[in-house]
């Protein structure tokens, strides 16, 4: 009864903030499929750019929307990934602009009533990757379409999170691990993640991967009291 709460709602107002900004009276439901969309086209373009063999891409999404102005502040884990030459100002603007065109395409398309507002994007880099939950996720994923230990997978995520000096980690992957006829789980835990407490600053995330066995559910906690 007590478990299905989404750690990051239960939390809004106390350690962790919307994601998307704006307000509406009247098309509430149409705002709020246009934020999914821009949010799809952007994860979709960045997963095309780094191929499915890296991982460290987007850790999260934040939507500003103004009444002649969308602002999308990207946080990336690792820019090398997404910018293809490092350290050259001007080709980070070349891909920001072809992420921008991708999205302005997406709107058109959809014939989105923010079609008329510009449209701003901008990336900003992660200090520490591996507190991010979505990049632990990631890395996960990868291993388990190669079809590495369950065990040996999680004992990694867990000691790149401690050396990012996370206070605690909890890890589940369920599915048909290993390509057995039936579902279980495992989990793994280190730490502290006190999930019931309001003010701690927690952090999650769900993952689905689709390997050849179907589809895997990976879900991670990070608990740092540091923020």
Known sequence: ??????????????????????????????????????????????????????????????????????????????????IEKRGQDKEKDKEIEQLRD?????LVQNMLDSVNRKLLISIEKVDKPYREPNILAEYIAIQLKERVEIKKIMNKAIELAEKADVEGIKIKIKGRLNGIERARKESAMQGRVPLQTLRAKIDYCYYAVQTIYGVLGIKIWIFDKNE
């Open 1 to 82: 009864m007590g478990n299905k709460i989404n750690p990051l709602g239960f939390r809004l107002g106390f350690t962790q903030n919307h994601r998307s900004l704006w307000f509406e009276q009247r098309n509430y439901s149409e705002d709020l499929r246009e934020d999914e969309k821009i949010h799809n086209c952007i994860v979709n373009y960045v997963r095309h750019i780094k191929g499915s063999s890296n991982y460290g891409g987007i850790t999260r999404i934040e939507i500003v929307k103004n009444a002649d102005l969308i602002k999308v502040n990207i946080y990336i884990g690792f820019t090398d990934l997404f």
């Open 102 to 106: 991708e999205v302005q395409n997406m």
